[in-house]
C-alpha cells in the first residue's frame, strides 16, 4: 500500500522547486501572491493551487486585469489596429 500524498507543499519545498529563496516565496505568500494556510509556526501551500503559483492557470484576477487592458487599448488604439489589420 502507497503512502497518501501530502496535500500541501511547504515554503521550502515550493521555493526548491521555483528555484527562489524561502525568503522570496514567504514574502509572496505574506502579499497573498501565493495562496496559503497557516499550520502552526509553518505555511502549507494547497498543491491544487500549484498551477496558479506556476502560472499555467489564470484566476479570475488575472482574467479581469486582461479584459481590462484589451478594452483600454482598443478604445485608445481601435483605428489604428484597423488599419494594421488591413495590411
Known amino acids: 500500500m502507497q ?3 501530502n496535500k500541501y507543499v511547504t515554503i521550502p519545498e515550493l521555493a526548491k522547486m521555483l528555484r ?3 525568503i522570496a ?3 509572496k505568500v505574506k502579499k497573498g501572491e501565493i495562496k496559503a494556510i497557516r499550520v502552526g509556526k509553518t505555511y502549507g501551500i494547497p498543491r491544487e493551487s500549484l498551477d ?3 502560472g499555467k492557470v489564470l484566476g479570475e484576477d488575472e482574467k479581469r486585469e486582461i479584459d481590462r487592458a484589451v478594452k483600454k487599448v482598443v478604445s485608445e488604439y481601435g483605428e489604428t489596429l484597423k488599419l494594421l489589420g488591413k495590411d
Request: charged share 25%; no cysteine.
Open 20 to 22: 527562489l529563496s524561502r
Open 25 to 27: 516565496v514567504f514574502k
Open 3 to 5: 503512502p497518501k500524498a
Open 52 to 54: 496558479a503559483v506556476f
